[in-house]
């Protein structure tokens, strides 16, 4: 491309032609100010690089919370808090190893990664038998067979769905109950195939759940490349075993905290916004797309907002989630504390999908309210890249807000193309994080909140 | 992100609620085919690490128009073909350096790379003074300074155009004429700062365009963080000196060819549609973004109608332009030669912004043609990312067609954000290509080849 385009000015002038030409070019004037003067990506590296992985009641989050109630002071928060919660306080507790070999041949390793909230194998390790699995129903099929051994789930991403959480939200149940199911039917560890569709070997961690009635067994994930050739393998050969260690354990619960930063609104200092990402995130990297974005994001909306000068007439409270990734506990403790004060939540607002360039919002709304937004609001967004309101909810941090109290709720929803090539992963850092999209997310939340402030939603 | 979104189902059944349904599922198969079987991100693979950099004139070329026969006969060409043209063959000649120091300071070296079609210091460099030029207004103001020095450009991308092509547009005037109008006023060799917004000091290449009246001085762009670095000591101090030595040699022309494949249509096979990217690249990488993800747009659009098994009713080529970079003889001959022959074009489409997730299409429509598509084919692609049809015209490759013949002209529009931090630098590699993005790219325009080979544009 070496050429100039001049055929895209159509896009700049649309909101200044189409759109109401005050509330326009206040989002200019915010847009400006993230784009010449943002702090989102400089906060993000701060975090990533002085912080790191910050799961629940690692040291990290305690560092993390540090660095939220500075950076939110620094932003121009008017009153900045700690809200207590009790945590998970899950540790890997060292190096997860295996290796597998076929009757006879020689020792193969997988590249793995213990599951969140799974326990150890204890020191010795496990060995035995694998049995491959493709899906639920051949499980339930083999049944009889699991008895002694490792399952291994090769459940795959399914690439046609277009929207990647899709096909996370196909697959994840493997990674969430898989232990469990087979742990039922009498199986000793689990392995998955990693939640992904990366071109790459690395492993992708999350949360599972163990379901009260079965044993708890470990469980790990295993990367695309160590998956597809341990399938070989196990399809190819009677008598492949494998050796598993990982040193997990959960300790008892522990004090975290949702790091909070209010501005007081000019009107009505008593209702409430709430914009927000979840602190916490897994160990193996830096936690940058999952969800540092979204913090940086939420903190970059208030920070806007004052810079421009801009004076809220509700109070717009910043929370940075604790604890999001394996318990919500953060995200709980916010709405059921609102609810017992009996506070008025007016909008909830999320970022944990990434800082890519967005695409839409997902929101509470339907019929005549969601349209009514959608044809004065979306000719305002559409230039800094949100083309869409979809009636759907928030994320899960302020989904509590809607189910304890009906507070209408949303969430960004940038381009999902690249962000389970990271999630969860050695690969999610800083450097995977591109500097403008996180900006253009950023923009967009706060032009939704800042419309939402002057107009409400009904 | 740990919890699942179901809110998103809202995308992934608009086409077939509002679309025309035999067209919605015809492109849901264009769709699975190149998610499930695609080739354009293995074919890259190849493209991008058998060959790497293809400039004009270089041995690559040739291995890439080798490339471009292969993968057009393996996605099903009937017809494959190289057409002749005559290139510029300049090259680098070997390592430029740059390093310059405060009067009685150190020396500090310069990360630089010379511009295309640029000429060499000579073997000993060239010894000057610098002069800080910030926009071309300034160079007028200051025109009687200019003699016997470096003139450094340190004009930036305008952050606040959301699209980064408006920016590239502003700024890529100094790295194509800036070295003319320094000559005009005796300045010894140009440098300018480099066309980009990106996080890191990787200088960014890319053609000038000497202006004949004026002598042809030797040229070169600066990374960022030195930009910076350079700026600071000229406006701190006023004897900066800077030793600049490039190698660059423009040879005398050579031959080159465009690689074209065909499938010949049923009904009209006279006429036209031709889909292309551009096969040169520029040379300190791999050409990835820009724009090896053309190519492998434009084969995999051929690979995946013939795939599914649809028989297009006008004739498609496939066209692997010769020299975009540094020239544009490849899309000059194709229209010359088209014209020459007095062949129908009925259509033109090119990607040439990189392989990132579309967004858009820009079309050389108006009016009631251009209202027509947005209505019906809109709600067919908005499903695989594009929103939009832009009042516009095509790339670089496919305007010749316009110019020349009156051909309705289309470019693919993907995000931008990250365009500039690759583009003419070391890392345009294929680490920075998306599979999942790549392939988008691919779906959208196979689908709008296939509605205009099926309803035409009028």
């Given at each position: 491309?070496?050429r100039?385009?001049f055929t895209?000015?159509?896009?700049?002038?649309?909101a200044?032609?189409?759109?109401?030409n005050?509330?326009s070019?206040?989002?200019?004037?915010?847009a400006?100010?993230?784009?010449?003067?943002g702090?989102?990506y400089?906060?993000?590296?701060?975090?990533t690089?002085?912080?790191g992985?910050?799961?629940?009641?690692?040291?990290?989050m305690y560092?993390?919370?540090?660095?939220?109630l500075?950076t939110?002071r620094e932003?121009?928060a008017e009153?900045?808090?700690l809200?207590e919660?009790m945590?998970?306080?899950?540790i890997?507790?060292g190096?997860?190893?295996?290796k597998?070999?076929?009757a006879g041949g020689?020792?193969?390793?997988l590249d793995i990664l213990a599951l969140g909230n799974?326990?150890?194998t204890?020191?010795?390790g496990?060995?035995?038998?694998?049995?491959?699995?493709n899906?639920?129903?051949?499980l339930e099929k083999?049944k009889k067979?699991?008895?002694g051994?490792?399952v291994?789930y090769?459940?795959?991403?399914?690439?046609?769905?277009?929207?990647?959480?899709?096909?996370?939200?196909d697959a994840?149940r493997?990674r969430?109950?898989?232990?469990s199911?087979a742990?039922?039917?009498g199986?000793?560890a689990?392995?998955t195939?990693s939640m992904t569709e990366?071109?790459d070997?690395?492993?992708h961690?999350g949360?599972l759940?163990?379901?009260?009635?079965?044993p708890k067994?470990?469980a790990?994930a295993i990367g695309?490349?160590?998956?597809?050739?341990l399938a070989?393998?196990i399809?190819?050969?009677k008598?492949v075993?494998?050796?598993?260690k990982t040193?997990?354990k959960?300790?008892p619960?522990?004090?975290?905290?949702?790091?909070?930063?209010q501005?007081?609104?000019?009107?009505?200092?008593?209702?409430f916004?709430?914009v927000g990402g979840h602190l916490?995130?897994?160990?193996?990297?830096e936690?940058?797309q999952?969800?540092?974005?979204?913090?940086?994001?939420?903190?970059?909306?208030?920070?806007a907002?004052?810079?421009?000068?801009?004076?809220?007439k509700h109070?717009?409270r910043?929370v940075l989630?604790a604890?999001?990734?394996?318990g919500?506990r953060?995200?709980?403790?916010?709405?059921e504390?609102?609810?017992?004060?009996?506070?008025?939540?007016i909008?909830?607002?999320?970022?944990?999908?990434?800082?890519?360039?967005?695409?839409?919002?997902?929101i509470?709304l339907?019929g005549?309210?969601?349209e009514r937004?959608?044809?004065?609001?979306?000719?305002?967004?559409?230039e800094?890249?949100?083309?869409?309101f979809i009636a759907g909810?928030?994320?899960?941090?302020v989904?509590?807000?809607?189910?304890?109290?009906?507070?209408?709720?949303?969430?960004?929803i940038?381009?999902?193309?690249?962000?389970?090539?990271?999630h969860?992963?050695r690969?999610?850092?800083l450097?995977?994080v591109?500097?403008?999209?996180l900006?253009l997310g950023?923009?967009?939340m706060?032009?939704l909140?800042?419309?939402?402030?002057?107009?409400?939603?009904d």
């Open positions: 491309m070496y100039i385009l895209l000015s159509a896009f700049l002038s649309l200044t032609v189409f759109g109401q005050e509330d070019l206040m989002i200019r004037k915010i400006n100010e993230i784009l010449i003067n702090k989102a400089s906060n993000l590296h701060t975090l690089k002085t912080v992985g910050r799961l629940s009641g690692s040291p990290q560092k993390a919370e540090e660095w939220g500075k939110l932003a121009g009153k900045v808090w809200q919660c945590v998970p306080h899950w890997r507790g190096k997860d190893e295996a597998f070999n076929i020689n020792e193969q390793s799974s326990v150890g204890g020191p010795n496990i060995t035995a038998n694998v049995i491959l699995i899906n639920y129903d051949e083999r067979e699991i008895k051994k490792i291994f090769n459940y795959k991403f399914n690439p046609t769905l277009i929207e990647t959480f899709h096909a996370y939200g994840v493997y969430e109950f898989g232990a199911w742990a039922k039917y199986a000793v689990m392995l195939r990366s071109v070997n690395n492993p961690t949360a759940d163990y379901i009260d009635s079965f067994i470990p790990a695309l490349w160590d998956s597809d050739k070989k393998a399809t190819e050969n008598d075993k494998i050796f598993l040193n997990a959960m300790l619960d522990t004090i975290g905290h949702n790091v909070i930063g501005i007081t609104g000019t009107d009505y200092p008593d209702e916004i709430t916490d995130s897994w160990d193996p990297a936690g940058a999952d969800d540092g974005a979204g913090c940086v994001h939420a903190i970059e909306v208030l920070r907002l004052k810079a421009i000068g801009y004076r809220p109070s717009i910043i989630f604890n999001e990734e394996n919500l953060g995200g709980l403790k916010y709405a504390e609102g609810k017992a004060k009996n506070e008025k939540h909008f909830g607002l999320e970022s944990d999908a990434g800082g890519f360039t967005p695409r839409a919002f997902s509470g339907r005549e309210k969601l937004i959608r044809s004065k609001w979306l000719p305002l967004l559409k800094y890249g949100v083309y869409e909810g928030g994320g899960a941090d989904g509590p807000l809607f189910e304890m109290m009906g507070t209408p709720v949303s969430e960004l940038p381009d999902s193309q690249r962000y389970f090539d990271y969860h992963s690969n999610d850092v450097a995977n591109n500097k403008r999209e900006e950023a923009i967009n706060a032009a909140i800042y419309l939402v402030d002057l107009y409400g939603l």
